[in-house]
């Protein structure tokens, strides 16, 4: 298989150089030339199959330059019970009302981005040692994608990881599951000042190609292929658990940020998985949503895009959603282009609704604060089950648009413990249960490194570590 760029510039490329790009070249996000079909005979082979076996059967679809031995070592290094918790990895529970919660969350960092990050630090590893390459992995986090990008990379060979955050802004349990990792290999910098100065120090660092060039600069963000291609499994995964035969088909309803989780749900259905419809539930910051539902996206800068309590969907610039825009213009890479030229301003492609919403599946609704606190509570009230804020949205959408008999798959993307005051404020001080290797995290000694927000500084920090 062949991986393209959606704005047509870039020589074709294999899986394991694909797997270490940011970028492409020319400004856009590679893609496989074609997703392959899955057939029916095939999908009703795949039906029995362990997470690992699946996980197998469709990445070496995609990635067909690496050893196929060594890709099923891959997998099952990654995919067990001792990291997820569960031989299923990704099981599925059904609510009073019939909604389905695919258990994406049971991972090191209680994410859904676990599933994908922790592939990724296995194949990055992989195809280093093969090439006889090294890297430098620079990250600006919020939160949840730094956490995951490190509990997948510590103590990887030819490996640092340098993560940015924004000094006393994360919340305590955050801080401790990043900070108290004692790996050599992982750098925590807290910079004084917000997310979006950490943001910048990366890309200035990006920008000087010297720098990038000596020390192999790379990222681990949501537009990487390889996270992508892992998250195509568990739609797989959590549509055989939730029907009895290939004849029936199931909806997902995912929290969605930069359209990373629901663009592996839309190629799983481009490979010919039956699924009905696509859900992509927003919380207050609504670019996506308003896309679904009227075609005109218009993309918002950070200082407009709402602080909420479903944090990691606070985006206002889907930065994946151009691997379905390019499906959706027919795979011309000159219209991708041209939509992008002024990526401030948006487009409007409102005359294609109708593939939109039918050819392709999606629809979309949106969920707020008020809407969080009360999903969570009812869910409790009627199931004594708990969610956390992300999944509320979720549900939230999946209860608002339901049609009648279908089977809605919503993705849980986080689990509660990671957000109690939010879970306090719906429920009141119960007890929300943590994972045993989380318990006690807050006690552990803390290793981070406060910088000024300068650019020179964080450079020096990493010319001291990094023997090159
Ligand atoms: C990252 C994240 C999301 C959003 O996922 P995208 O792939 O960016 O759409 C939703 N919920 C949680 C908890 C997340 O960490």
């Known amino acids: 298989m062949y991986y393209i760029s959606t704005r047509g510039n870039t020589p074709k490329m294999q899986f394991s150089d694909v797997l270490l790009m940011g970028l492409a070249p020319d400004g856009g996000l590679m893609l496989p030339e074609t997703y392959p079909h899955i057939d029916r005979v095939t999908l009703d082979k795949w039906r029995a199959l362990s997470y690992t076996d699946l996980a197998f059967e469709i990445m070496s679809l995609f990635a067909t330059d690496i050893d196929k031995a060594d890709l099923k070592a891959l997998i099952d290094k990654t995919y067990t019970k001792i990291a997820f918790g569960t031989d299923e990895i990704t099981p599925v529970r059904t609510l009073k009302d019939g909604i389905k919660i695919l258990e994406l969350s049971n991972g090191p960092t209680l994410a859904f981005k676990d599933i994908a990050m922790q ?28 956490s995951a990008a490190e509990y997948a990379l510590r103590g990887k060979d030819n490996i640092e990881v340098f993560m940015m955050s924004p000094h006393g802004k994360m919340s305590e349990f955050q801080r401790a599951q990043m900070y108290s990792l004692t790996d050599k290999n992982i750098h925590n910098i807290a910079i004084d000042g917000m997310f979006d100065d950490c943001q910048d120090i990366v890309k200035a660092l990006q920008n000087d190609k010297d720098f990038k060039a000596k020390y192999r600069l790379g990222t681990v963000n949501s537009i990487n292929w390889g996270r992508i291609l892992a998250q195509i499994v568990y739609y797989f995964k959590g549509y055989f658990a939730s029907t009895t035969d290939n004849d029936q088909k199931v909806s997902f309803c995912v929290p969605s940020g930069n359209f990373g989780n629901i663009c592996a749900g839309h190629i ?41 309590s479903s944090p990691s969907m606070d985006i206002s610039k889907a930065s994946n959603f151009e691997r379905f825009i390019y499906l959706l213009s027919d795979k011309n890479g000159e219209t991708i282009s041209q939509l992008w030229m002024d990526s401030k301003k948006g487009f409007d492609l409102s005359d294609k609704l ?35 804020p992300h999944t509320a949205d979720g549900v939230k959408v999946a209860r608002s648009v339901r049609e009648d008999n279908e089977i809605i798959v919503c993705a849980e993307t986080a689990l509660p413990a990671k957000f109690s005051e939010t879970m306090a404020e719906a429920l009141g001080e119960i007890d929300i249960p943590r994972p045993t290797h989380t318990k006690d995290i807050e006690t552990l000694p803390q290793f981070v490194t406060v910088l000024d927000n300068k650019a020179e500084l964080v450079r020096a920090e990493i010319e001291k570590v990094v023997k090159i």
């Open 354 to 388: 109708t593939d939109i919403n039918g050819k392709y599946g999606f629809v979309s609704g949106k969920s707020t604060h008020a809407d969080r606190i009360a999903t969570i509570k009812a869910v409790y009230e009627s199931d004594k089950d708990l969610i956390d």
């Open 119 to 146: 592939f990724l630090g296995n194949a990055f590893e992989y195809v280093l040692k093969q090439k006889g390459e090294r890297l430098t992995i620079i990250g600006a986090t919020s939160g949840d994608t730094g």
């Open 268 to 308: 799983a259905r481009e490979m010919g998985l039956p699924i009905h419809r696509l859900i992509v539930a927003t919380n207050e910051n609504d670019v996506l949503n308003d896309f679904f539902n009227q075609g005109r996206y218009t993309p918002r800068t950070p200082s407009e895009t709402f602080i909420t």
